[in-house]
């Protein structure tokens, strides 16, 4: 197959006129100056009227927070069941799984037999958030959730996080629960046809 | 000089002090983060705040202030001590003293006591802003040799080079404005322009493009900071200044901004005048307040306009500095010395040849 | 006193040295961490030496540590403004090794997403080097720009940066509900802002002589040392990996290869900015033509089984732990595999022994050339000049560095 080749214009010829700084500078500041006034009468707008009308890519951090897609990966979170329990069957899978190594589990057993994790470490000063735990989990036990915020500690101590810290109840992953069964590393879903995407 | 000049010049000082350090300085500073920031679809600093009233980020300035008051003054091992310190002060002297030339208001008739409102009129007002602004060199220079820094040395060598050649083309690019207006003094100049065909503007605009670009280039602000070029130099002349020697430095490139358009409005833009309307007219416009009252009312409309002006050429500055890209050293050189240079020498032709001729009715 | 009859060597006479100055590691303009050892004659540069290394993080030895589909994570870390660009070379050295082919919509969707990722790493790589140039506005239009692409990316595979979005047989997840939607009103929003960016510079009489004729090379030279990517086109030669030898549905897109005159700094500019619009075109076209169907092989062995299944079959449970303890069991051999990178030719040079980790994982990065021939390009120029040539190199450190 033929390589199809666009040569670029690199010969950009200038008039006398051009050539004298002038017009250019002219009209990259009417390019400045426009985005400038649309800016400017966005943010008057969101002054006068309250809505967020404005084409300011920026937001104000604290005070407003980025909107977190479904598929967001934050720091891996436990899932407690309904029960109470956590659903963490102590397998081991996703401290094989994990590239920089940073979980450490120690199985126990129950009464009834269940194995379940009597301590559940996560480095986070070593968490790549890369998401493999949560694709080597049988259990749907370890998922990534939404939490990006307060992340950061002056102490890397403090930021080995145990079972307890870990631990979600089951409702406030569902969004993201659901977005493993639906999408996620999904072998045989089938595109549906009415879908456009 | 009787008392009652000494305490005029006094009071003028200190409006043009206040106006330049304690208005313009801090409210630059301010524009630059907050135009800058709207321009290219940001927010802009809003984070400094006094019991949770941020007045939309002006109060950043202050906290600079404090924040840069508390910083330790670093002076490098082997540097100059006494030059290193000195330099700034000598950066930053010039540009303010510069503007005791520069007429703000015209005269006016207050209770029989007459106000010209510029700090000194002096006869050669031209020739005294260039003789001042090549003194503010000898301030970039020093810090660049004082700083025993290499970075610094090749910043300052640029600036000195840069600075030494522009002034060249900046003298040259307004003798033709002297020949039209037959006058070294600004208020003769300004005087001369009471009538809005007679602004510089008018005349002279390739004269006040090259001013401009002239001016910008002294002021060494983008698209002519190579000297502090931040990608190149890593700060130019003033990367081994820190705290208040550092704002010294800052607070000279913003008051020679303020200059340089105050400059221009003397020279180009009529000054105090409004255009079409005379002074006198203005005044009279006034009379039912009385002689006295509506002369002063006329002089503050005429220091409102020169603010409004100033504000305006400001603008066109920093608007200017955050759409260019930066020149290369020797272009920079190039533009002056083959561009600049020539161009206006063949204005000053121009502007002779047109006074000869009467195209160019001097006013 | 200097006698006339004899050569007059002005170095000699006025006993004056050329000027070595640290330019780096923390230089603003040495981003990506790098030091030039600089000669300076006045402002022109007499001698440079390059040092890199500084960004090394034993890559190749950290693969050898990890399972097959663990290297992921590391690859988004060697161009990390194109991240998805590393794993899907990667992937597709692994795939070639084993000898199987992702189904169609798989290919598509990495199709997608490279191209998303290399639109990513021009924005950020012209952007940058208009924010050297002193055009800070220019510079942050291009970072909008991007920030509006890795929301695309982050809707799909979770995060911005580190994209970690493709796996051996496939990817790790479909694309999300009105997509389409999404990036087409994206790509309105980047075509505005490209314009903007191009009417700022392109025609700039200031940006033009800061980039035109600085940092040539020759289509020889550039051969002979190893450039390819945007900086070899600029050359003028026409190669392109998605062309040349073409992987996933490249074969099948229609679009165009930008190529240069003279090599200079302006030509790399001009492709760089020309491969954003083929890029943008490449996606559209994807986006039209994407069939239906399974995004991952179908086959337990090669690619983990859906969690439903792992929840209900006995052997997709049995496969899956295999898997995730031990590691796909890659056939021995080795592979050579080569991507279009944002930058040039990322390539991916595997060895396995039938184990479940790489015993070999060797990257071809594309700026380590380039970089090295850096002197070459900028001695005798001046001191400014290196700016423009080393932003148009493209330096990477985690790519460079490794």
């Known amino acids: 197959m033929a390589i199809t080749v666009k040569k670029v214009d690199r010969n950009v010829t200038m008039t006398l006129w051009e050539r004298s700084y002038i017009p250019e500078m002219t009209r990259g500041m009417i390019i400045t100056m426009k985005h400038f006034v649309v800016n400017l009468a966005g943010l008057a707008l969101e002054v006068v009227g309250g809505k967020r009308h404005r084409k300011i890519m920026t937001i104000y951090y604290p005070e407003e927070n980025p909107v977190i897609p479904p598929a967001y990966r934050g720091r891996p979170a436990l899932v407690r069941a309904e029960n ?114 | 000089m009787g008392i009652a000049e000494m305490i005029e010049t006094i009071v003028k000082i200190g409006f043009i002090i206040g106006l330049t350090i304690g208005f313009f300085a801090p409210m630059l500073a301010w524009v630059e983060r ?72 015209g005269k006016y008739t207050l209770w029989g006591h007459e106000v010209n409102l510029v700090i000194a009129d002096l006869d050669v007002g031209v ?84 001013f401009l670009a002239c001016a910008v280039a002294e002021n060494k602000r983008v698209p002519f900071d190579a000297p502090e070029a931040e990608a190149e130099l890593v700060a130019g002349y003033f990367t081994e200044y820190s705290g208040m020697k550092f704002v ?68 066109l500055q920093m608007t200017i500095r955050w759409t260019m890209p930066r020149f290369r050293y020797d ?32 006013p | 006193m200097t006698d006339s009859s004899r050569d007059y060597d002005f170095y000699v006479e006025s006993h004056t040295e050329p000027m070595v100055i640290n330019m780096g590691p923390s230089h603003p303009a040495t981003h990506g961490t790098v030091k030039f050892l600089l000669g300076l004659d006045g402002e022109t540069i007499k001698d440079i030496d390059v040092e890199i290394g500084y960004l090394h993080r034993g890559f190749e030895k ?31 050295a692994v795939e070639k090794l084993i000898g199987i082919e992702v189904p169609e919509r798989c290919k598509y969707i990495r199709v997608i997403i490279g191209e998303l990722a290399r639109m990513s790493g021009h924005y950020t790589n012209l952007g940058a080097s208009a924010l050297e140039l002193g055009a800070l506005t220019a510079f942050i239009y291009f970072v909008e720009a991007r920030e509006l692409v890795w929301d695309i990316i982050e809707s799909v595979c979770g995060a911005r940066l580190t994209h970690n979005y493709v796996r051996i047989g496939g990817v790790i997840s479909d694309l999300p509900d009105g997509f389409r939607e999404n990036v087409t009103s994206v790509f309105r929003t980047n075509r505005g802002l490209w314009a903007d960016f191009n009417k700022l510079l392109t025609k700039n009489r200031i940006f033009l002589d800061r980039m035109r004729d600085t940092g040539a090379i020759s289509s020889d030279d550039a051969i002979e040392w190893g450039f390819t990517g945007p900086c070899l086109r600029a050359c003028g030669v026409g190669y392109d990996v998605r062309k040349a030898n073409p992987y996933l549905i490249y074969d099948q897109l229609d679009f165009e290869i930008p ?83 944002a930058n040039g030719e990322v390539g991916f040079y595997l060895v396995s022994n039938g184990g479940g980790k790489p015993v070999k994982c060797r990257v071809r990065p594309p700026c380590f050339p380039m970089t090295s021939a850096l002197p070459l390009i900028i001695k005798g120029s001046l001191l400014a000049d290196l700016i423009p040539t080393f932003d148009m190199i493209n330096l990477i450190g985690g790519e460079c560095d490794r």
């Open chain 2, 34 to 105: 907050k135009q800058s920031a709207v321009m290219q679809d940001r927010i802009g600093a809003n984070r400094a705040d006094f019991f949770g009233f941020t007045v939309i980020g002006l109060l950043h300035s202050l906290a600079d202030a404090i924040k840069l008051i508390f910083k330790e003054d670093f002076i490098p091992r082997g540097a100059e001590r006494a030059l290193h310190t000195l330099a700034p002060v000598i950066a930053v002297i010039p540009s303010l003293i510069a503007f005791a030339v520069i007429p703000f208001g």
């Open chain 3, 259 to 341: 190529v240069g005159e003279t090599g200079d700094n302006f030509d790399r500019y001009l492709v760089r900015m020309e491969e954003l619009n083929q890029s943008m075109r490449i996606v559209e076209q994807c986006l039209e033509r994407i069939p239906g169907g399974p995004i991952n092989v179908d086959n337990p062995q090669w690619r983990q089984p859906s969690k439903d299944d792992i929840f209900t079959e006995m052997e997709s449970m049995i496969f899956h732990f295999k898997n995730a303890i031990e590691g796909v069991k890659v056939p021995a051999g080795e592979a050579y595999q080569a991507v279009e990178g």
């Open chain 1, 84 to 197: 109470g329990q956590e659903k963490c069957v102590a397998c081991g899978l996703c401290e094989v799984a994990c590239p920089p190594r940073c979980i450490s589990i120690v199985g126990g057993e129950r009464e009834n037999g269940e194995r379940y994790p009597v301590s559940y470490t996560l480095d986070g000063s070593r968490c790549i958030f890369c998401g493999l735990c949560e694709e080597a989990c049988p259990k749907e036990a370890i998922v990534m959730s939404h939490d990006w915020k307060n992340l950061c500690e002056h102490d890397r101590s403090k930021m080995i996080y145990d079972k307890e810290t870990l631990l979600y109840p089951e409702r406030n992953l569902k969004k993201r629960l659901n977005v493993i069964r639906e999408k996620y590393f999904n072998a045989k879903l089938y595109h549906k046809p009415s879908e456009k995407d």
């Open chain 2, 248 to 315: 010294m430095f800052w607070t000279a490139e913003f008051i020679e901004m303020v200059t340089i358009a105050g400059l221009c409005v003397a020279l180009f833009f009529g000054g105090h005048h409004v255009p079409f309307i005379t002074d006198a007219e203005l005044a009279g416009g006034f009379s039912f307040l009385g002689p006295n009252v509506s002369n002063l009312v006329a002089m503050l409309i005429g220091v409102g306009v020169f603010i409004f002006k100033l504000v305006a050429l400001l603008i």
């Open chain 2, 127 to 210: 020739l005294y802003v260039f003789a001042i602004s090549s003194l503010a060199t000898y301030g970039v220079v020093i810090a660049g040799w004082a700083s025993n820094n290499n970075w610094s040395l090749l910043g300052g060598l640029r600036a000195s080079a840069q600075m030494f050649s522009y002034e060249v083309a900046m003298g040259l690019t307004v003798i033709g404005l002297i020949m039209f207006y037959q006058s070294l003094s600004m208020v003769d100049i300004v005087a001369k322009q009471d009538n809005f065909f007679h602004w510089g503007i008018i005349w002279h605009w390739p004269a006040f493009v090259l």
């Open chain 2, 331 to 362: 272009q920079i050189m190039k533009l002056g010395w083959k561009m600049i240079l020539p161009l206006s020498l063949t204005w000053i032709f121009i502007v002779g040849v047109g006074i000869l001729t009467g195209v160019m009715p001097s």
């Open chain 3, 62 to 92: 950290e693969c050898e540590a990890q399972l097959w589909n663990g290297v992921f994570p590391y690859t988004d870390r060697l161009d990390y403004t194109a991240s998805a660009l590393n794993n899907i070379g990667y992937a597709l």
